[in-house]
């Protein structure tokens, strides 16, 4: 079992940054990935970025490429998005996963899901 805890979510103005965190406990694997998605009122859950465990290959939306960038510790066992420019449209929840296998981009590949963190950005 794997819990996750996003937090770092707040109120901010265009052009501002926030960097959001995931802390992951339980049970830790070996190999898989981590990925941030969002979703905005009214519509389907988006992808956003996502870091390989193995060898840390980051992979973003286009949306957030040049914006965002996804880190995190050695083992990731926390691991971080920091957005910079955030834009209006950027205003949603945001919620980590944990994929143990299938496709990055893919949100239904994902296993374990954090509760959420709401970003608003105000212009």
């Known amino acids: 079992q794997v819990h996750l805890v996003e937090s770092g979510g707040g109120l901010v103005q265009a052009g501002d940054s926030l960097r959001l965190s995931c802390a992951a406990s339980?049970?830790?694997?070996?190999?898989?990935?981590m990925g941030w998605f969002r979703r905005a009122p009214g519509k389907d859950r988006e992808f956003v970025a996502t870091?390989?465990?193995?060898?840390?290959?980051?992979y973003y939306a286009d949306s957030v490429k040049g914006r965002f960038t996804i880190s995190g510790d050695n083992a990731l066992n926390t691991v971080y998005l920091q957005m910079n420019s955030l834009k209006p449209e950027d205003t949603a929840v945001y919620y980590c996963?944990?994929?143990?296998?299938?496709?990055?981009?893919?949100?239904?590949?994902?296993?374990?899901w954090g509760q959420g963190t709401q970003v608003t950005v105000s212009s």
């Open positions: 996963a944990l994929l143990r296998s299938g496709r990055v981009r893919d949100g239904n590949d994902y296993r374990y």
């Open positions: 870091i390989d465990i193995v060898d840390r290959a980051a």
């Open positions: 339980g049970r830790t694997f070996t190999n898989g990935a």
